[in-house]
Each structure stands twice: as C-alpha cells, then as structure tokens.
C-alpha cells in the first residue's frame, strides 16, 4: 500500500510540475538563432518548439493550445505587418504573443501593443536575460527594451499590472545598492525574514539564481 500511495505521489508530482512548465513557440526563419535559443530556454526548464514561417507558426499554434507564450519574428516568410500579428494574437488567445525582432518604428509598436501584443525583445538580448524577461513577461509585465521611445514606455507602465509590489522594488534597489539584508530591514522598517522573502519573490519573478543576479537581470531589462 505505501509503495503505491509513493506511486500515487510521484505521478501526481510529475503532472503537477509538467502542468508548472512555460511552453514557447519560437517563430522566427533564422534556423541557427531558433536552435540556439531552444536549446537555452530548455536547458532553464522551458519547454521550446519552432516554426519558419507565419503559416507554419499558425498551424503550430493552432494544432497546440497549450502555448504560453509566442516569439514573433517580423521578418519571417509570410509576415504582412500588422495584419499577420493581428492574426496570430487572435490564433493565440490566451498565449501571450510578444514581438521578437530587431528595431521597430515608435508608431508601429505602438499599434502592436494595442493589438494586445505583449511587448518586443530584441534580438540582441543575451541568451540569460531572454529567460528573464519571457519569466517577467508570463507574470503579467508587458516588457520593452530601454531604447522603446518614451510615449511607448509610458503607455505600457499605464497597461502593466505591476506585478512587482512596492516593498518590492525597494528591496530590489537597496540590494541592487549594496545593502544587506539587516541594513535593508532597518532602512524600510521591517524584519530580515520579511526582506528575504520579499528577495525570493522578485528572483522568482525574474528568474534569478540570487540577489545579485537579480540586481544585474534588472538592470539589463531596464527594470532599475
């Protein structure tokens, strides 16, 4: 009986963390970036598939349902502007579709994002930050590089839904300034357990190792 009640829990736990694990399709038509980045993304637990085209990408999308995530090429064969991204947002439904691309006119990412595109990372991202940012994305943040023209940036804080908490960011900027634990506890008037804990949610929400991974994951995607 014990030995298939352990069964039990070990098939409940595999199913648990399968359900647990972002899903991503990559649709871009440059064969060795798409390989290169599927094999990071798997390599931090995130299940990664690929397309080549936009009708590839559709069929992917619709074929699997269980996508949380879409990286969209521009460029890739069968891409017509905005009509295609509409299109595969409305394939998508609740994955969260994001351009994946290199610079875009102010105007035109602008409409992406009321489209409900989810924000653009550019393709020079490092392959460690890309993971950060697809974590922070699948939390709610619409995410866009520190070079998004300003009237882009101050709409999206305006869609975001603020996912890191106020406590939050203070902890992070103190950590990010040298602070320890007990130093930040004092400054903010809290308890060092409390900071810990507030430490571990926003490395969680960013895919950070520890404190000071975060620190520099934040400061490459603009956070701080």
């Keep these: 009986m014990a030995d298939l009640e352990n069964t039990n829990l070990s098939a409940e736990s595999n199913k648990d963390a399968k359900e647990d694990k972002l899903t991503v399709l990559i649709a871009d038509d440059h064969e060795l970036l798409s390989h290169a980045l599927s094999s990071a993304l798997n390599s931090y637990g995130i299940e990664a598939f690929t397309a080549k085209s936009f009708q590839e990408a559709l069929l992917s999308i619709r074929k699997h349902k269980e996508f949380d995530m879409v990286l ?3 460029q ?16 998508a439904g609740a994955s969260k579709v994001v351009l994946f691309t290199g610079d875009v006119e102010p ?20 392959l460690k930050s890309m993971v950060g940012v697809i974590k922070l994305i699948s939390t709610g943040e ?8 300003t009237s882009v940036i101050r709409s999206v804080e305006k869609k ?4 890191f908490t106020q406590d939050e960011f203070l902890v992070l900027g103190h950590a990010a300034n ?9 400054t903010i008037g809290t ?18 190792k520890n404190r000071a991974h975060a620190a520099v994951l934040c400061r490459e995607l603009g956070i701080l």
């Design 191 to 208: 308890s060092e357990s409390r900071v810990k804990m507030l430490m571990r949610s926003v490395c969680g929400k960013v895919g950070a």
């Design 142 to 149: 619409v995410f866009l590089p520190t070079n998004a023209s």
């Design 160 to 163: 975001n839904v603020g996912d």
């Design 76 to 91: 890739m064969p069968g891409m017509q502007g905005l009509q295609s991204i509409k299109a595969v947002v409305k394939a």
């Design 178 to 186: 040298g602070l320890t634990n007990k130093e930040i506890a004092f």
């Design 107 to 126: 105007d035109f990412l602008q409409s992406a994002l009321d489209a409900n595109v989810w924000g653009l990372i550019p393709k020079t991202i490092s």
């Design 72 to 74: 969209l090429d521009l």
